[in-house]
């Protein structure tokens, strides 16, 4: 069973800078994908950016709105897959999800975590 | 960026109804586009990704189609369960990108 689990959410103030995990469980990692995607309470999620596997040599993309601030990365002996977020602002406030990807294709979403940029 | 226009925005509708919801890309995404059904509290979860194709546990109630630009998901019979909010997902350019979503409501 595919099992993604984020961490790491909480209160921040502007300026500040937060990293977030996701424990993944249940499929060989290191053959997928993974990508970050938030939605902002109420409205349409918004994919933020993929880190590649490892035939793809783990390169990422991100999306122009994140990019310079959001680093995506991944720790391949734990399973784990990080976002590490810096100069937030009010406007990051959302609920940050990961997912497993077949390439670019989301398919199993963990439950998210709630990050908060607020003084 | 590509922008995704989901109608209608509500839907109201019975059990056993047939339904369709419609995504409209701004540009040709190929055959890239997924649907995610959400409920209150939940993340979302793929329905059909590809444009057609069914993911894995899915009921076969479900169905997509479309190509270019114009895509739509049916429901075929409406169960009590299906009622939440459905988002497209174009996966074709960067940066990918969300529909605003329909809100399917019992009427």
Known sequence: ?119 | DIQMTQSPSVLSASVGDRVTLNCKASQNINKYLNWYQQKLGEAPKLLIYNTNNLQTGIPSRFSGSGSGTDFTLTISSLQPEDFATYFCFQHNSWPFTFGSGTKLEIK
Do not use: H
Not at chain 1, 22 to 29: D, E, P, Q
Not at chain 1, 90 to 118: K, L, N
């Open chain 1, 1 to 119: 069973e595919v099992k993604l689990l984020e961490s790491g959410g909480g209160l921040v103030q502007p300026g500040g800078s937060l990293r977030l995990s996701c424990a993944a469980s249940g499929f060989t990692f290191t053959d997928f994908y993974m990508s970050w995607i938030r939605q902002p309470p109420g409205k349409a999620p918004e994919w933020l950016g993929v880190i590649r596997n490892k035939a793809n040599g783990y390169t990422t993309e991100y999306n122009p709105s994140v990019k310079g601030r959001f680093t995506i990365s991944r720790d391949n002996t734990q399973n784990i897959l990080y976002l590490q977020m810096n100069t937030l602002r009010a406007e990051d406030t959302a609920i940050y999800y990961c997912a497993r990807s077949r390439y670019y294709s989301p398919d199993y979403w963990g439950q998210g975590v709630m990050v908060t940029v607020s003084s």
